[in-house]
């Protein structure tokens, strides 16, 4: 089983800009867009997912690690300099799992270049306007705050205290800040959606595509997964009872178990 | 040197009027842990409107005792200041008063999205007061960023930009295209220009920013320091003076201004106590939450990194004090109260507040002198004081220790940016600059 030590730092250079990689596991490639807090942890998932898979993690330009890039300033932008990324090299097609913010990076990225990814995974993802409610501020609230928020009950989630490794060192409110700092410049307004995302999605997309929705989801309501699924023929939704923003820790044995069936 | 009068114009109920709305609207501050976002059902708009008024006349009042400058702010969603758009106040003041300075400390320029507007504003005031404007610009509180929905992150490249482009607006012949970073203009031509060439004297104010003292020192633009403590203010303005040395100017005086909190009453005991009332509802320490204060972006590295070693603290953003919000006992409330009110000596004897009688507070304004040697001197008054004691203050202040501290000023050299240019006194390259703040007045006893 390939543990948190096991996961490598690569330093990639991406035209004039650096972009860090966190590579674990092994098998054929598989990449995950990390959320809008940044890169939560090594958790169960991950580490069953890359018995079979290389999990490669790019961490997003400002959120700490890899150096801001100047030039970057909303989502399509990161989604292209990622996309350059993977073609350069050589990863094109690859399975995608993006969670929140980097559902939405995920979906922008396949809009722009349908033949990028062969298999989606977007879990709760951000970027199109819920029909019904507001995607949760994270403005407004300290990080500490949205990360609460965005699981159902935080004292029943098993791993909940692994997640950035408990989120209290000074360290990691200087990670949370750097985080913050770059999603606001990224999707400050309108906040975490771009309204050309449905009609730039509809009849290009063609990868096969999984959706993960925790039916108690606080951060992003569950109602923009039917915006998804018409904007993305044959989407399959999974929805998940007693579950909030993260499928993945909340519902982390039935969130592996569907994955690994989509993927295969 | 400059003498000013400031109030934060503050929504609030009189004390000795209306003791229970006072008391209640200070209960809900606390409990809000914040001015800022206090739901705003609770402003009753008679109550609004008096006050505006009143704030005006006291103005007025300032010009007649013979204040040299009318200090005003802005602040936004909050009943800490009514003053949401001061360019309003300005401009009645423009036509209000005569002679006084109307010095706006200052505009939150990246919460204005069309920078053109307030180039044409600002301009528009300084016209019909004849010249007598004095524009400042500010970053804007971390709230104020919410409230306007301006990019945080992105504030301190508007504030520089935008300050930048109302003196281009003001100083380059037009028509001009303008395509910065943050601004785009097709067609920069306002009609209306500033009366005072090139354009109006700037300062700013700030609460001791190191990026925001070496912007100013850069610009040549005064630093008022917004009551800070003596101490890192001493520091701030080493830091000013060292980087006038290496633009090639000796720092003055007239490069730096402070503002002081005070009050003045004809009887010792009752003015401290109505002095005491500067901290109603946690004061400045509880202007807003600290998840408002800073915003995503909006501190610098080196202030997050600063903010990160405190976020074990109470109070402090690594600390959600959401949770306790809207859950705490009526007994709680008033612990916190207590607490607030028991800082009291501390800000006294740190001189964060200096209330008394006219022979009480002259020494002590005269310690701050001497510490700081500024050139630009605010008194501030705040809190809920009734209309009658506030204008006996006024009135304490013009006649008996504005004589006294003009006196100091005419002692100490401490001139002021219209008796000489800031930034004029050049300084050869190699030259060690004279410090303007003196340190070793800090240890010294009052009086």
């Known amino acids: 089983m390939a543990g948190k030590d096991s996961v490598r730092e690569e330093n990639h250079s991406v035209g004039a800009e650096q972009l860090v990689v966190l590579k674990g596991g092994s098998g054929k490639p598989l990449l995950v867009l990390h959320e809008e807090l940044g890169y939560p942890s090594w958790m169960k998932w991950n580490e069953t997912l890359s018995e079979r898979r290389t999990i490669l993690t790019p961490l997003y330009p400002g959120f700490g690690r890899t150096p801001r890039a100047e030039w970057i300033s909303n989502i399509r932008d990161l989604g292209s300099f990622l996309a350059r990324f993977i073609r350069e090299q050589g990863l094109a097609p690859i399975d995608v799992i993006g969670f929140s913010l980097g559902g939405w990076l995920a979906a922008e990225m396949a809009a722009g270049d349908p033949n990028l990814f062969s298999k989606m995974v ?26 609460r928020e965005s699981v159902r009950d935080a004292g029943s989630v098993t791993e909940y205290a692994k997640l950035y490794d408990g989120g209290v060192s000074e360290a990691q409110y200087e990670a949370f800040e750097d985080a913050r700092a770059e999603t606001a410049r990224l999707a400050w307004q309108p906040y975490m959606f771009n309204p050309s995302l449905p009609h730039l999605l509809e009849g290009t997309v063609k990868s096969p595509t999984l959706l993960v929705w925790g039916r108690d989801d606080r951060v992003v309501p569950i109602s923009a997964a039917a915006i998804f699924q018409k904007s993305i023929k044959g989407a399959r939704l999974l929805t998940l009872d007693q579950c909030g923003h993260r499928p993945e820790v909340e519902k982390s044995d039935q969130f592996i178990k569907e994955v690994q069936s989509f993927l295969g | 040197m400059h003498l000013m009068w400031f109030t934060e114009r503050q929504y609030h109920y009189d004390p000795e009027e209306e003791p229970g709305r006072s008391d209640l609207l200070e209960k809900q501050i606390l409990r809000n842990r914040s001015f800022f976002g206090l739901p705003n059902q609770n402003f009753d708009a008679e109550t609004g409107s008096m006050l505006l008024n009143q704030y005006i006349d006291e103005k007025v009042y300032s010009e007649d005792l013979g204040f040299d400058g009318l200090m005003l702010n802005e602040h936004h969603g909050t009943p800490f200041c009514l003053g949401s758009v001061m360019d309003v106040e300005a401009a009645v003041l423009a036509r209000a008063t005569k002679r006084a300075k109307i010095v706006l400390l200052g505009n939150p320029v990246p919460t204005v999205a069309n920078a053109l507007r307030l180039a044409e504003e600002l301009a528009m005031i300084d016209l019909l007061s004849k010249g007598r404007l004095v524009p400042g610009w500010v970053r804007g509180a971390g709230s104020e960023q919410l409230a306007n929905n301006a990019n945080p992150a992105l504030n301190r490249e508007y504030f520089e930009e935008g300050v930048d ?46 990026d925001t003292v070496i912007w100013c020192a850069k610009k040549r633009f005064p630093y008022i320091a917004l009551a800070t403590q003596l101490e890192p203010t001493v520091e701030l303005w080493n830091l000013y003076t060292d980087q006038a040395a290496r633009e090639g100017y000796q720092a003055g005086p007239e490069n730096f201004g402070y503002l002081q909190p005070i009050f003045v009453g004809d009887n010792q005991a009752r003015a401290e106590e109505l002095g005491k009332r500067f901290l109603y509802g946690g004061a400045f320490a509880h202007f807003a939450r600290p998840e408002w204060m800073f915003p995503p972006g909006y501190n610098s590295k080196e202030a997050t990194r600063r903010l990160a070693r405190l ?48 022979d009480y507070v002259i020494p002590r304004i005269r310690k701050v002198l001497e510490v700081l040697r500024p050139g630009i001197f ?70």
């Open chain 2, 311 to 358: 976020a074990a603290g109470a109070n402090l953003p690594g600390k959600p004090i959401t949770d306790v919000i809207g859950q705490e006992s009526d007994e709680e409330i008033e612990a916190l109260r207590q607490g607030v009110y028991a800082t009291y000596a501390k800000t006294r004897d740190q001189l964060q507040m200096i209330a008394g009688t006219p």
């Open chain 2, 378 to 447: 605010s008194f501030w008054l705040d809190g809920p004081v009734g209309a009658k004691d506030r204008m006996r203050c006024l009135e304490l202040l013009g006649k008996e220790v504005m004589p006294a501290v003009r006196a100091m000023g005419k002692e100490l050299g401490l001139v002021d940016p219209f008796q000489r240019k800031p930034g004029s006194v050049p300084l050869a390259a190699g030259r060690t600059a004279e410090r303007v703040a003196h340190a070793e007045s800090l240890a010294a006893s009052v009086g």
């Open chain 2, 165 to 210: 482009f109302i003196i281009k607006a003001w100083t380059t012949p037009g028509p001009f295209r303008y395509e910065g970073k943050h601004f785009h203009f097709r067609f920069v031509n306002p009609w209306v220009l500033p009366l005072q060439k090139p354009h109006p004297p700037i300062w700013i104010p700030g609460l001791v920013s190191p």
């Open chain 1, 122 to 147: 977007l879990v709760a993802p951000a970027g199109i306007r819920p029909p019904e409610g507001d995607i949760m501020d994270m403005f407004t609230v300290p990080a500490l705050v949205y990360l």
